[in-house]
Nanobody, 129 residues
Framework: QVQVVESGGGLVQAGGSLRLSCAVS????????MGWFRQAPGKEREGVAG????????YYADSVKGRFTISRENAKNTLYLQMDGLKPEDTAMYYC??????????????????????WGQGTQVTVSS
């Protein structure tokens, strides 16, 4: 049974930092592309960052480029999202997701929720002004 569990969310002031973690079990982590998504109340789920199976290539939404960094540690079956320079508009539930490796994925596909088939329950990030 596949389990995807996010952690690390919380309340932080604008300009602060948080590091989210995503622990995955029940699948061969090395074979999977991973992504971070977020959803604010009343808004659609949006892709934040994605990463290839090896960690060799990453994708970012324009809204987080230069502030967020995605990384993975395959030996620990764990995905990370380092979030710096947080803004109130970053407030949302953050989700981790996985999809079996494909040879090629566009940025839109890598940041598209419909591309992924395993999801966690989310971790809340709240940024106060």
């Amino acid at each position: 049974q596949v389990q995807v569990v996010e952690s690390g969310g919380g309340l932080v002031q604008a300009g602060g930092s948080l590091r989210l973690s995503c622990a995955v079990s029940g699948l061969t982590f090395d074979y999977y592309r991973m992504g971070w998504f977020r959803q604010a109340p009343g808004k659609e789920r949006e892709g934040v960052a994605g990463m290839t199976w090896s960690g060799g290539y990453s994708y970012y939404a324009d809204s987080v480029k230069g502030r967020f960094t995605i990384s993975r540690e395959n030996a620990k079956n764990t995905l990370y999202l380092q979030m710096d320079g947080l803004k109130p508009e970053d407030t949302a539930m953050y989700y981790c997701a996985a999809v079996l490796w494909t040879p090629f994925m566009t940025t839109a596909e890598a940041l598209g929720a419909s591309s992924y088939n395993y999801w966690g329950q989310g971790t809340q990030v709240t940024v106060s002004s």
